[in-house]
């Protein structure tokens, strides 16, 4: 799963669009999202409580609902990803789960706060 695309637009809501593409054997998606900056800090506030071991779940799923990720901790330190992609005009939905550890995290951290300070 790759994110790309990213533009930010500073508005009185600073909004983010950016597109998700999945691309993994024969399963295949992709689509356009607008998020709001301050779901990226909360992501990242939250992905931090996660690698310290102080939050078990977190959440991230921008307002139009077209896209959501859960990241829950568990206690061998493992982190269960659950991801759905809705199409709302089609009813159509695309659900995958994947299994990460923690080291994961920093370098996701990273990732996405270069995304925001290049284009802000």
Known sequence: MRFSEFSFH??????????IDVNYDFFKAKTQVESERFDFEDL???LNKIYQREW??????PIEKQFSMQFD???NGQINVHVK?????FTGKFEFKYV?????IPELIKEIE???KENT
Request: hydrophobic content about 45%.
């Open 10 to 19: 500073d508005s009185a809501i600073k909004r983010v669009c950016f597109e």
């Open 44 to 46: 990242i506030i939250g």
């Open 56 to 61: 078990k779940s977190i959440g991230f799923s």
């Open 73 to 75: 901790l568990q206690e």
């Open 85 to 89: 992609l809705n199409n709302p005009m």
């Open 100 to 104: 990460i550890d923690q080291t994961f």
């Open 114 to 116: 270069t995304a925001i």
